[in-house]
Every structure is written in C-alpha cells, then in structure tokens.
C-alpha cells in the first residue's frame, strides 16, 4: 500500500489459495486440524501421508491469518538467542532447538521438493549484527553458544555483506531460507486434498472437547468427531488462563520498500537490540522489495503505528541509502514465551487434545515444528522434541519474565476506572473508533464510512479486560492476552472466541 492510506497491505497479498465451502454435515475423522496456517496445514499434510484421515477447520480463508503477515524468514538462528537459551532450558535444550529448526527449514525443503510447489524457496546466508559502535559481547556470546548447540557452520565474519553500510563484526549463519508464505499453504492445501483430507473454510470452531473420541462442534451447530484433535489457531482457543499466563501477544510491524535490483546482496539480516530488527529481499514482478520489520509493543497498549512506520523507514534508509519510500506496511500478532520456545503438544490436562502456539516471532519453522512432533505423538510415537515443547512445562528460570508479564496483564484490569477516549458519539469521526464511559464499564463505539454507529461492550469475553482501537488495523485489541475483534465487535484473533457482545 502506499504510505498513508491508512490500511495495511502485506506483500503477500493478491496471491490467492483456493477457498473451499464450510462444513455442512456432521463427520468423523482420525484427526481434526483447528486452524489453516502453517501449523495446522503442515499438521495435516504430515498425517495425510501417514494414512489418517484428516478435517481442517478454519473460520476463515486458508492463510487469512499470522502466516499472510509474516516475513517468512525460515531460520536456526533465533532471535532470542542460543546463550539465553542454554541458561533457560540448558546445554540439551538448546541444542535441541537448534536441531528441531534445522530439521523444520529441511522438511520445509523436502515438502516443496517432493510436492513441486512453486513458492520462490531459497537458501541463504543469515547475519546478526549489533548496533554501529557498541560492544560486539552479544555477538561474541552468541557465537559460542551457536557452536556448542551444534551449529557449526556459524563464524564470525568482518562485516555483513553489504556495500553502503558497515555492520562491523558480524556472525554468518549459513543454510537459512526464505519462501512465499501463502504459495507454500497453497502447495500443501493441493497436496492434502490429494491425499483425501477435507477442507472446510468460513467454519468457526465454537466449542472443542476432549474425550474418546473428542469433538469440535462448529457455529453452525455441525459436529466434527475424531480420535485426536490439533488446536493450531495461532493462541489456542480451547484454553482460558494456563498457557496464556505463560505467553504474551505483541503487535510487530513491517515495510515494504522497493530498491534496485542487485543492489542490496540477498541474505537475511538481524540486528540485536530489543526490539530487534530483520530485513530480506522478495521480487515482485520483476521488482525487488526490502522487507524490513521491528518496532514491537505489546497488543493493545499503544497506538502509534504512524511513528513507529516512520522508525521503520529512517532505520532502512540509514543503513540502506538506495532505497525509495514504503510502498508496503503492515503489522502481524507473535506470541512471546516467558522462556523463549513454543509451546507444542497436549493441551495441559486433556488427552486427546493438542496445541500448536507461543511462535516467538519464528512462526514458519515453529509451526513446522509443531508438524513434525504432533504427527508423532498422535501416532503415539515418543520424540526427542516432546519435553523441550511441552505446553506442560514450567521453567523456573523464567519466573522473572512471568512474574513481569503477569503483573503488566494484572495493571490493565485499572482501565475499569479511567475515564473513556471521548465523552460521547458526537466526537467520533468516520472510519474510527473510540471507548465511551457505559455506567460501570466502557462500551466500544464505531462510526463506519456512512456515518452510523456500532455499538457493543468493550469487555474482552476472554478473561474481562477493555479493549482498545487500534487506528491502523481498525480494530478493537485486547491489551491482556491479544485477542482482537474487527470494528463490529467479530472475533479475529484468540484467545477469546465468542465476539464482543452487546451493551447490558
């Protein structure tokens, strides 16, 4: 989109998967698939070809939702660092992680391979960088921590490869990736219908229960039974307090920049301030588009989107002179483990039911991750991965981080007394929306392009907080746990699952 039109326009978007009719019928199946991402298709495609039958449910399009926003870095080199992954979850765990996302970007390849899917798959180099002039500790320590969790193509190199900027010291991670996001869920969609699984979209999951066999009954009061059922809906909505203690959702926003072609070296670049910054190259009818993202904050307590755009793009031009205005923004939804990893199995306490979630911004080989481990263990096959992503787990080590997310989470309960964003409709201008005082509580008022107003509580039916506008998404985000709703109040994103409701 061009800068300023006020609406969010990922590069990935125009490029359609088909879409097929909601579910009509009552059916049983060996597993049923909540959630048409890259967890829950990757699921799928990988019990298909074990010989379950499988139904995928999605509320929406396939795609439609985190996978059509995210950049599609497919990386071993994690974020959140190898050297605080050894001290959260020690030298096993961490190597583990290494291993399972080197194992993900390589079945990731294989599936392409096997399937001929065009989806633009490319190896490449990856470099962490540190800001210009400051202390390369962080580098040096992730280099060592690299190594000792098995990476060792890792080394530290001069600079990155980049002609108009000097990253100084820099750490090169070879054998990454990147990909089309949406081309690849469309090559999986075909490959599961070739395989016998079913597809069903527009098909909200309303109420998920465990048991032998467990059921997702859906909005329009259809039932789909099955032995195993896979919650893959970005934050599980099947679970109302434990995991989402122990993740918090983040706003994180991206640019599209065009740049002449070879001008930028094709390679995945990352800085390591918090919040960090990644960038990589994708063409676009014969263009090449810098993709650079950062600038995060938690879901639902800021609305600035304008000026962290802007952060963006000085950021990009600093280091990247020779490019042109953003013609592409967009924000996506990670959810951030207190200690860093996904959470990927049973859901706690049930038998038959399991989750996919807690992407920590690596959303494309987690949810290839979540793949391969949950094929497993719906097959009732032990795995090397299981206890590192138990969704069970609890770290002490991390107790700090859950302590501080949770007090955040506790502070926002205070929006019950603070006064609305305006004090009557009146002030609302077309295309936005505002919170409006409502007795004890606060309502969430719209006013649409014809001028008319929509009106519904602003109680998240999560776990009770108020909701906020977001102006650059136009959407209505809960600041606690990430749950969004479009203007009218429907239900986009978990945890809640049910839309905002009206005024009492």
């Known amino acids: 989109m061009k800068r300023g039109s006020g609406s969010s326009t990922s590069v990935w978007m125009g490029n359609s998967i088909p879409s097929y009719p909601p579910l009509a019928r009552d059916i049983t199946a060996d597993v049923c698939v909540v959630g048409a991402g890259i967890a829950g298709l990757s699921t799928a495609y990988l019990l298909t070809e074990a010989g379950r039958s499988v139904v995928?449910?999605?509320?929406?399009?396939?795609?439609?939702?985190?996978?059509?926003?995210?950049?599609?870095?497919?990386?071993?080199?994690?974020?959140?660092?190898?050297?605080?992954?050894?001290?959260?979850?020690?030298?096993?765990?961490?190597?583990?992680?290494?291993?399972?996302?080197?194992?993900?970007?390589?079945?990731?390849?294989?599936?392409?391979?096997?399937e001929n899917i065009n989806c633009e798959f490319e190896r490449l180099d990856g470099f962490l960088f540190g800001p210009p002039g400051e202390s390369t500790e962080?580098?040096?320590?992730?280099l060592a921590a690299a190594l000792r969790a098995g990476l060792n193509g890792v080394e530290r190199i001069a600079r990155a490869p980049l002609q108009q900027f000097d990253t100084g010291p820099c750490l090169r991670f070879p054998r990454q990736a990147q990909f089309h996001p949406l081309k690849y869920l469309g090559g999986l969609t075909h490959a599961i219908k070739n395989s016998g699984g079913l597809i069903f979209n527009n098909t909200h999951a309303e109420e998920i229960k465990d048991g032998v066999p467990g059921s997702v009954k859906t909005a329009s009061g259809h039932?789909?039974?099955?032995?195993?059922i896979v919650v893959a809906t970005n934050t599980?909505?099947?679970?109302?307090?434990?995991?989402?203690?122990?993740?918090?959702a983040y706003r994180t926003y991206v640019i599209g920049v065009p740049v002449p072609k070879g001008s930028v070296t094709r390679a995945l670049y990352w800085d390591t301030p918090d919040p960090y910054h990644y960038v990589r190259l994708h063409n676009e009818n014969g263009h090449e588009i810098l993709i650079v993202g950062g600038e995060d904050h938690k879901t639902g307590q800021a609305d600035d989107a304008d000026e962290r755009?802007?952060?963006?793009?000085?950021?990009?031009?600093?280091?990247?002179?020779?490019t042109k205005g953003a013609e592409f923004r967009w924000s996506g939804q990670i959810l951030e483990p207190v200690d860093s990893l996904a959470f990927i199995g049973?859901?706690?306490?049930?038998?038959?039911?399991?989750?996919?979630?807690?992407?920590?911004?690596?959303?494309m080989t987690h949810g290839t991750i979540a793949g391969i481990l949950l094929t497993d263990l719906v097959l009732g096959k032990e795995h090397d991965w299981q206890k590192l992503y138990d969704p069970s787990r609890v770290s002490l080590r991390a107790m700090p981080e859950f302590?501080?997310?949770n007090l955040n989470v506790a502070a926002q309960y205070s929006d019950y007394v603070t006064t609305g964003d305006v004090n009557?409709?009146?002030?609302?201008?077309?295309?936005?929306?505002?919170?409006?005082?409502?007795?004890?509580?606060k309502k969430a008022v719209y006013r649409d392009t014809h001028g008319n107003l929509h009106e519904c509580t602003a109680v998240c039916p999560h776990l009770g907080c108020i909701v906020d506008w977001n102006s650059e998404e136009k959407t209505w985000d809960c600041p606690c746990h990430g749950s969004r709703f479009d203007p009218f109040g429907k239900v986009l994103n978990g945890p809640a699952n049910t839309d905002l409701g009206p005024l009492k």
Not at 236 to 248: G, R, Y
Not at 425 to 438: D, M, N, W
């Open 56 to 114: 995928v449910l999605d509320d929406g399009a396939i795609g439609s939702g985190e996978t059509s926003r995210t950049t599609a870095h497919l990386v071993s080199a994690l974020d959140d660092r190898y050297f605080e992954l050894e001290r959260l979850h020690g030298e096993t765990g961490a190597r583990l992680a290494a291993e399972s996302h080197s194992a993900a970007i390589d079945r990731i390849e294989a599936i392409i391979a096997k």
């Open 138 to 142: 962080i580098i040096d320590k992730e």
């Open 223 to 228: 039932v789909v039974s099955a032995d195993a």
């Open 236 to 248: 599980p909505v099947n679970d109302w307090v434990t995991i989402h203690t122990k993740q918090a």
């Open 309 to 322: 755009f802007l952060r963006l793009e000085a950021w990009t031009r600093e280091r990247f002179p020779a």
């Open 346 to 363: 049973r859901n706690p306490g049930d038998k038959n039911v399991y989750v996919a979630t807690g992407d920590s911004g690596n959303g």
């Open 403 to 405: 302590a501080r997310e």
């Open 424 to 441: 009557g409709p009146g002030k609302i201008e077309s295309g936005t929306g505002a919170l409006i005082r409502h007795g004890f509580s």
